[in-house]
């Protein structure tokens, strides 16, 4: 079993930036890809960025590119999210979630893909 836990959500005006960052705990070794969703109230969840452990492939969604980035630490299982130039549309929970394969672009991000999701961490971007 392993167990993503998410932290560096909170409040930020419009064109501010944040860092989120997920610990992965327990069976970790069998993890290949970590990745970023967001949910907003009344909304599906969608997909935010994903990078794998080995060659560190990255796949972002249109809405963030060039301003978010994923990064992995593999010694300690985490994966950060650094947001610039946020906005209030990326207000939403931010959940981290992890699947023990590696995944084409289209793939990663399709959520039902994902073994492991945290509990989240709310992100509000006021304008």
């Known amino acids: 079993q392993v167990q993503p836990v998410e932290s560096g959500g909170g409040l930020v005006q419009a064109g501010g930036s944040l860092r989120l960052s997920c610990v992965a705990s327990?069976?970790?070794?069998?993890?290949?890809?970590l990745a970023w969703f967001r949910q907003a109230p009344g909304k599906e969840r969608l997909f935010v960025a994903s990078i794998t452990r080995s060659r560190n492939y990255t796949y972002y969604a249109n809405s963030v590119k060039g301003r978010f980035t994923i990064s992995r630490e593999s010694a300690t299982n985490t994966v950060t999210l650094q947001m610039h130039a946020l906005e209030p549309e990326d207000t939403a929970v931010y959940y981290c979630?992890?699947?023990?394969?590696?995944?084409?672009?289209?793939?990663?991000?399709?959520?039902?893909?994902?073994?492991?999701w945290g509990q989240g961490t709310q992100v509000t971007v006021s304008s």
């Open positions: 979630a992890a699947f023990t394969g590696a995944c084409s672009r289209t793939a990663c991000g399709d959520r039902r893909l994902y073994n492991y």
């Open positions: 327990g069976r970790t070794f069998g993890i290949e890809t």
